[in-house]
Nanobody, 122 residues
């Protein structure tokens, strides 16, 4: 079983930047597609970004394209989310997630972290 722990959240002013990290333990995630999701108060959890297990493919929600960048360091068993030009509407709890090894894009995520709070003030 893979354990995911997010870090790097905090309070930042609009226009600022944060880098979230998701460290995996228990199993390697180098063969797993990974994703970032977020949930704002009173709203459903939404997709933010995803990266293939190789790192060669990424995709983003329209709301974060051009501002957020997802990357991975398989040697460190860690994925990252660089968030620039933050807006108040980016305020949410951010979760990382992992898919089963070598799974296709249609397969659901089966491992989730506990989340890290990101608050963007106006």
């Amino acid at each position: 079983q893979v354990l995911l722990v997010e870090s790097g959240g905090g309070l930042v002013q609009a226009g600022g930047s944060l880098r979230l990290s998701c460290a995996a333990s228990g199993r390697t995630v180098s063969n797993r597609a990974m994703g970032w999701f977020r949930q704002a108060p009173g709203k459903e959890r939404e997709f933010v970004a995803a990266i293939s297990w190789s790192g060669r493919s990424t995709n983003y929600a329209d709301s974060v394209k051009g501002r957020f960048t997802m990357s991975r360091d398989n040697a460190k068993n860690t994925v990252y989310l660089q968030m620039n030009s933050l807006k108040p509407e980016d305020t949410a709890v951010y979760y990382c997630a992992a898919k089963p090894p070598y799974s296709s894009s249609s397969v659901d995520y089966d491992a989730w972290g506990q989340g890290t709070q990101v608050t963007v003030s106006s």
